[in-house]
């Protein structure tokens, strides 16, 4: 089962979070003196192992039975890319030609069909789309909307962490992804994680 509380250890512990004593501005536009940064989870293998086993434990408690994950370019690339191959290992069906092992392009071919713009080899089936980090949620609608274009059925997107911010409409992340009829569900939060953070980083000093 997935457990909230070692999911979050995991996060604070490997130092996803990032403390600016100048703030930076985050995509949404908004400055920040926190950052959320997966990228060297993703760059470690027995780390990324760790992470795609929360992913997967997730999707089982959600009860979803994908046929793929998919990482959106370029960002959660690679936890895609793992989550895909320990999730086929694990099917009762898994032997040649069972599962693709999809990877997004970070910018799209200018020529050819949808499936060669956008893919490295495109997902198949009943799809699950990663993102690392969600603030506006922008290069997430981004990649969904390029799988609306192939024959892949997204069933889910998760957001690693998801900042829980709304956007100029006052819209949430969760709430414009579900206007394209897809269910948001995020592993992990910012209201969350970052005060205690704070707390940590303050026993450390």
Known sequence: MFS?????????????????????????GKLSHWYFNWRDIADDVFLLDKLTGYIIDFTKDLGLKPDCFYGVPEGATKIGLFAQERWAKSSLEYGRGSHSLPMGRGKPKRHGIPKDRNFIGEPKGKTIILEDVTTTGKSLIKAIDSLIETDAVVIAAYGLTNWMETGKDGKSVEEIIQERGIPFYYMSNAYELVPRMYKKLKRED
């Open 4 to 28: 909230q509380e070692e999911f979050n250890n995991f996060i604070l512990e490997n130092k996803v979070i990032k403390y600016f004593e100048e703030p930076i501005r985050l995509r949404s």
